[in-house]
């Protein structure tokens, strides 16, 4: 073939590429929905975020460890675990805006204050058990999932 031919031929391909790219824009609700069920998308962020938690808490004592020779954080244990809470509410709102969830800053922030509310008030005695680095996740999604059925109640009691 020679050039000519190539160079007639360049733009109708690209007239059909940008054409068919016009006819996927035009398709109705392509990206309307979520691409798993939304249950699932909130159970898997709330298990991250879970598994997040126990990831910063277990960062945050070998930092105290290490510079104070004990896992005892003392004065710095409160603003670390607050830090650690809002942390984990912004991935987990990031990470449910991401995949297109209703209310993803809600969700993240009920999920997550549950979370640590039930931990606190239920758990405290036994964090240093091997099961709670399960126990957290797990709890974590479920909290999620309420949080969802909450922020739907709070859209109908709105409307």
Do not use: K
């Amino acid at each position: 073939m020679s050039q000519e031919e190539d160079g007639d031929r360049m733009p109708d391909d690209l007239e059909a590429v940008l054409e068919a790219a016009d006819e996927d824009e035009d398709r109705p609700g392509r990206y309307d929905a979520p691409p798993l069920p939304p249950a699932l998308i909130l159970a898997v962020v709330g298990l991250l975020c879970g598994f997040a938690v126990i990831a910063l808490v277990w960062v945050s004592e070998r930092g105290c460890e290490r510079f104070r020779d004990t896992t005892n954080c003392g004065a710095l244990g409160l603003p670390l675990l607050i830090l650690i809470v809002v942390v984990t509410m912004v991935l987990g709102g990031l990470a449910l805006s991401r995949l297109a969830m209703p209310n993803p800053r809600l969700i993240a922030f009920l999920g997550v204050a549950f979370m640590t509310a039930v931990v606190i008030a239920f758990l405290t005695g036994h964090l240093d058990a091997p099961w709670i680095i399960a126990a957290v996740p797990a709890l974590t999604a479920i909290t999620f999932l309420l949080a969802d059925l909450v922020a739907r109640l709070l859209e109908r009691a709105d409307a």
